[in-house]
C-alpha cells in the first residue's frame, strides 16, 4: 500500500495481502487455525508472532487483518482490532483500558446499548460515570477530573443528530490526561476527521454504512499500535469478540464502495432535509447540514457535510409518527442505517425503548421522532414516498 493513494484508492486496493495464487479479489481465509512446519515453529510463533503471521482466529486471520489494514489506513490510525459486531467495539474499547475505580465523563446523548455499557455495565465493575450534554464545553471541563480515564462520545448523535466540537472535548480530556474514545458511526470513515482533531481512539459499527448493504454484523477499534496491540488486543483475544474471516470479506467489498454510497447518501440527505424543512406536518426537521441546526457551522467545520441521515419530528405524537410509517411504500422500516436502502425508524418504541420517558423526553427523544437513514435511491423517488407519507399524517 502507498502512502501517497488517496483514500477512494485506500479503500479498494488498501491492505491487500494476495496468496501465492494471484487472485484479484481478496481471498477468504475461513480457517479457525494455522498449521506449523515444525514444534519448534509453532513455539516460536506463539511467543513471539510476526506481522504476517497467524495462531488462531481469535487472535487474527489473514482476511480480517486486510480488513482492518484497510480501514486503518483510510481513517489514519497506526492500528486496528476488528470486533464482532459495533457494540463488542465500543464495549472493548472502554472495558479493556478501565480498571475499578476509574472515572468516566460520557455524552448523555447515545444510542440506547451504549448507554447500557456506561450505565449499567461499567457501574458494576467500579467505575463512576458522569453524563454530560455534550454540546456544552464548560459542562465537559466541569466534569473532567484528575482521575478521568476516559471521555466517550458519538458524534454524531442517535437519533437527535448532535454533532459535538471534537477538538474542544479532546483539549479538555487531554489536560486531565483522559483517553478520547469516540463512537464514529454518525460521522462515517469518509467524513471522519476524529484523530486529526484529537480523539486518541475511533470505534465502529461496520454493521452500517462499511458493510452498508444490510449484511453483517461488525465492528472495529482504531487508535495507535501500543493502545491496539498491548490495551485492546490481549482482552480481545481472551474474551472472543473478534470477527469472522467471512464477515470481514463482507466487509472489503463493502468499502470498496464505500465513499461512493456514502456521499450519494449524504447529497440524498441534504435534498431530502432542504425540502422537508418548514413542513407544515413536522414541527422539526433535524439535519446538521441544514442552517438552522444548532450546531450547523461545527458540523461543516468538522465533517464538511450534514451526514446520512436525519431526524423528523412529526406534528401529532406517537399516532401521527406511526400514520406516517406505515404510509411510506419505499423507504422501509427497520432500525439499521447507514444501508443502501433507506430505512425509517421510530427511536422511542424501538432503538431508545428501554429508556424512561424522562430519560427520553431529556434526550430529545420525543413521541413523534422518526429517523430517516437515506439510502443510494434517486432521491426523487424518496421524496416522492415521504411527502406522500406526510400527506397520510
Ligand atoms: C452509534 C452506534 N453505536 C454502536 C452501534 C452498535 O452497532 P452493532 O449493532 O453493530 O453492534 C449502533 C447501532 O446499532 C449505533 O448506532
Request: net charge negative; with cysteine.
Amino acid at each position: 500500500m502507498s502512502d501517497d493513494w488517496n483514500d477512494r484508492t485506500r479503500l479498494v486496493h488498501g491492505g491487500i495481502r494476495r496468496s501465492g495464487y494471484g487472485e484479484v479479489s481478496e481471498a477468504i481465509f475461513l480457517t479457525q487455525g494455522f498449521v506449523y512446519d515444525s514444534a519448534e515453529a509453532a513455539a516460536a510463533r506463539f511467543e513471539a508472532a510476526g506481522p504476517d503471521e497467524f495462531i488462531y482466529a481469535r487472535y487474527g486471520n489473514p482476511t480480517v487483518a486486510m480488513f482492518e489494514d484497510r480501514i486503518a489506513a483510510l481513517e489514519g490510525a497506526e492500528a486496528g482490532f476488528a470486533t464482532a459486531s459495533g457494540m463488542a467495539a465500543v464495549s472493548g474499547a472502554l472495558t479493556s483500558m478501565l480498571r475499578a475505580g476509574d472515572h468516566v465523563v460520557s455524552a448523555r446523548a447515545l444510542f440506547g446499548s451504549c448507554l447500557y455499557i456506561l450505565e449499567e455495565v461499567l457501574a458494576r465493575f467500579g467505575v463512576e460515570v458522569t453524563f454530560v450534554d455534550g454540546t456544552d464545553l464548560d459542562a465537559w471541563a466541569a466534569a473532567v477530573r484528575p482521575d478521568t480515564r476516559a471521555v466517550f462520545l458519538e458524534t454524531v448523535s442517535n437519533p437527535t443528530l448532535e454533532v459535538i466540537d471534537l477538538a474542544g472535548v479532546a483539549e479538555i480530556a487531554h489536560r486531565a490526561g483522559a483517553t478520547v474514545v469516540v463512537d464514529n458511526v454518525f460521522a462515517t470513515p469518509i467524513f471522519s476527521r476524529a484523530l486529526a482533531l484529537g480523539a486518541d481512539v475511533v470505534v465502529y459499527s461496520a454493521t452500517k454504512h462499511i458493510d452498508g448493504q444490510g449484511r453483517a454484523l461488525g465492528g472495529v477499534i482504531l487508535g495507535t499500535e501500543t493502545f491496539v496491540r498491548k490495551t485492546v488486543e490481549p482482552y480481545m483475544k481472551h474474551t472472543g469478540g473478534a470477527m469472522s474471516p467471512f464477515t470481514a470479506w463482507v466487509m472489503l467489498k463493502g468499502m470498496e464502495t464505500l465513499d461512493l454510497r456514502v456521499r450519494a447518501q449524504a447529497a440524498g440527505a441534504q435534498t431530502l432535509a432542504e425540502a422537508l424543512s418548514g413542513h407544515d406536518k413536522l414541527a422539526r426537521t433535524i439535519y446538521p447540514g441544514l442552517p438552522d441546526h444548532p450546531q450547523h457551522a461545527l458540523a461543516m467545520a468538522q465533517m464538511g457535510s450534514g451526514g446520512t441521515v436525519l431526524s423528523l419530528d412529526i406534528a401529532g405524537g406517537r399516532a401521527a409518527a406511526f400514520q406516517f410509517l406505515n404510509a411510506l411504500k419505499l423507504v422501509t422500516i427497520s432500525n439499521n442505517l447507514g444501508d443502501a436502502k433507506s430505512i425509517v425508524t421510530h427511536p422511542a418504541t424501538t432503538t431508545h425503548q428501554r429508556l424512561s420517558e424522562e430519560q427520553r423526553a431529556a434526550l430529545g427523544i420525543g413521541p413523534g421522532l422518526v429517523r430517516l437513514s437515506v439510502g443510494i435511491e434517486d432521491p426523487r423517488d424518496l421524496l416522492t414516498d415521504v411527502l406522500g407519507a406526510l400527506d397520510a399524517v
